[in-house]
């Protein structure tokens, strides 16, 4: 399977930190320049203004009906099965690229429309007797979607598109396919301070709306998460599902 493989990003035109081979940038026309001149060696294909991230992911998945999106602020992919310190073992843009097409076969052949691995880059995360789950939260950080599924982004959502795709799937497909044995891990703090991409799209009343937003359509799905002494809360509209399935 030739998956193409694209980076939707914005405002990191120096900092782009993924590395995959054959990966493609997909940015705003405006800064393509850019883009090109911080990332010679990466094939850069623009869009006209979108509204929001959820926008953007639409336009990809209307071009590239079989497509896999990753975030610009990769900083590695490990594998995470490994004993010892996983973080020194992290795949090349070869390998990366490689296993993201072996992943998307054996999705499909198992009936899947929505892919990805692992989110957890610590190997205390990995259970050996599961290394493909079927019923595993997909982060949208480095997802796949396969053709033929029902899956879409609504620009109602500002910073929701992993949980909106993972109960979207779970209403139409019932399951997803993880590969628990590699985790596409990003840059520690880049979701919320980051300059570019989301950051400054995202504040707490974008994450309230968001989280309203999903529960009125998901229903008890969603609900938001208890604050935990190992994970504290990034915000008090942080929210979590659960999948009936």
């Known amino acids: 399977m030739d998956l193409p493989i694209i980076i939707p990003s914005r405002g990191r035109a120096a900092s782009v930190l993924t590395k995959i081979s054959g990966a493609r940038l997909f940015v705003p026309e405006a800064e393509a320049d850019a883009y090109r001149r911080h990332n010679p060696d990466v094939e850069i294909l623009t869009h006209t203004p979108t509204r929001n991230l959820a926008h953007k992911r639409q336009t990809i998945l209307e071009r590239w009906p079989s497509v896999f999106m990753v975030d610009d602020d990769i900083a590695f992919v490990s594998r995470v099965y490994l004993p010892g310190n996983n973080r020194e073992t992290h795949l090349t843009p070869d390998e990366i690229a490689e296993l993201i097409q072996v992943t998307a076969v054996s999705a499909r052949r198992a009936g899947c429309f929505l892919f990805g691995f692992s989110n957890w880059p610590n190997a205390k995360h990995y259970y050996p007797h599961k290394?493909?789950?079927?019923?595993?939260?997909?982060?949208?950080?480095?997802?796949?979607?396969?053709?033929?599924?029902?899956?879409?982004?609504?620009?109602?959502?500002?910073?929701?598109?992993?949980?909106?795709?993972?109960?979207?799937?779970?209403?139409?497909?019932?399951?997803?396919?993880?590969?628990?044995?590699?985790?596409?891990?990003?840059?520690?703090?880049?979701?919320?301070?980051?300059?570019?991409?989301?950051?400054?799209?995202?504040?707490?009343?974008?994450?309230?709306?968001?989280?309203?937003?999903?529960?009125?359509?998901?229903?008890e799905a969603v609900s938001i998460r208890k604050n935990r002494g190992d994970a504290a809360l990034a915000h008090p509209y942080q929210r979590t599902i659960k999948f009936p399935f």
């Open 131 to 219: 290394p493909i789950r079927f019923n595993a939260y997909i982060n949208a950080s480095a997802f796949g979607i396969l053709s033929g599924s029902s899956l879409y982004f609504t620009e109602r959502t500002t910073a929701a598109e992993s949980h909106w795709l993972n109960l979207l799937n779970c209403y139409y497909h019932r399951r997803s396919f993880q590969d628990a044995r590699f985790c596409f891990a990003q840059e520690p703090g880049s979701t919320f301070f980051r300059p570019g991409g989301q950051t400054a799209n995202r504040t707490q009343e974008t994450e309230k709306a968001d989280t309203l937003f999903l529960r009125r359509t998901f229903g």
